[in-house]
């Protein structure tokens, strides 16, 4: 895991004022929770709650989250009746809150120390209410596919042109209101356009990586047919966009998507 700089430590604010809540979904993940659960337990803003949110695992999942939150109060554990799905498990995390704040992290992502700490403080500084930051593409024997280095900030219109907050490193104020996943490809993708929207910008708080993301062999991010598919349906049916403009702003996202992994 890559250190951070003295020059990212929050220096602004009243560390500790405000409660993350950090939605988790699990599904049979017991060979890769551990270090994505222990890595939010770690971080320097302790003022966090991990909702564990078993999507009906068939593994050890549920025993070894049960276990975390048997050693620590802040890890609540939810069980889905039966496997929903991780829109629906998000949002079944999304409703147990109650942070000042809500962040997510998959079951095979984790996180910088100083994540949280960092983002919070970025947020004071500026008056913001969406927080993102770089992210690294790690594949399974832990060599560093690419660097995900966002903008400095985003609007609803460059969203459009390409998905700028990785889901593992956004971070948002409740009093935005609302918000839920819906169960359509690209889900966190139309998570955050929503919330943009409300918002008016999210603003990005490192250009140093806070988190890492899990690149599987074969996973639904590797099958680019389909999330062009996805991709189109938001900008039609979600969006409501016009043919030549969803098209305009496909051939933006595609591009952008290409750089991604460069």
């Known amino acids: 895991m890559n250190r951070m700089s003295d020059a990212f430590v929050p220096r602004h604010g009243r560390p500790g004022s405000e409660r993350v809540s950090v939605v988790m979904p699990v599904y049979n993940a017991a060979a890769t929770m551990r270090r994505s659960i222990e890595s939010v337990l770690a971080q320097s803003h302790e003022d966090v709650e991990l909702l564990a949110v ?3 695992s068939r593994d050890d999942s549920v025993a070894i989250a049960e276990c975390y939150a048997a050693l620590d109060p802040r890890v609540v554990v939810i069980r889905q009746p039966r496997n929903g799905g991780v829109a629906a498990a998000r ?3 999304i409703e147990a809150a109650t942070g000042t704040h809500v962040a997510f992290c998959d079951s095979d992502d984790w996180w910088h120390p100083r994540k949280v700490a960092i983002q919070l403080a ?6 913001g209410m969406i927080s993102y930051a770089a992210y690294q593409r790690v594949d399974e024997s832990g ?3 690419s660097t995900v280095r966002p903008p400095a900030s985003v609007d609803h ?3 459009l042109r390409s998905n700028r907050i990785g889901n593992l490193t956004g971070l948002y104020d409740r009093s935005l209101g609302e918000a839920r996943f819906q169960r359509v490809g690209h889900e966190d ?3 955050w356009l929503d919330l943009v929207r409300r918002a008016g910008r999210a603003l990005c708080a490192s250009d140093e990586p806070l988190a890492w993301y899990l690149v599987r062999s074969g996973s639904l991010s590797s099958d680019k047919l389909k999330a062009a598919r996805w991709q189109w349906h938001i900008y039609r049916n979600v969006e409501g966009l016009s043919w030549p403009l969803a098209a305009w702003y496909f051939t933006q996202y595609a591009g952008n998507a290409l750089a991604k992994r460069q």
């Open 157 to 159: 219109a460059a969203m």
């Open 91 to 93: 949002n079944a995390g």
């Open 143 to 145: 060599h560093v596919l």
């Open 122 to 127: 970025h947020l004071r500084e500026t008056g």
């Open 54 to 56: 078993d999507d009906g």
């Open 189 to 191: 993708y139309v998570f």
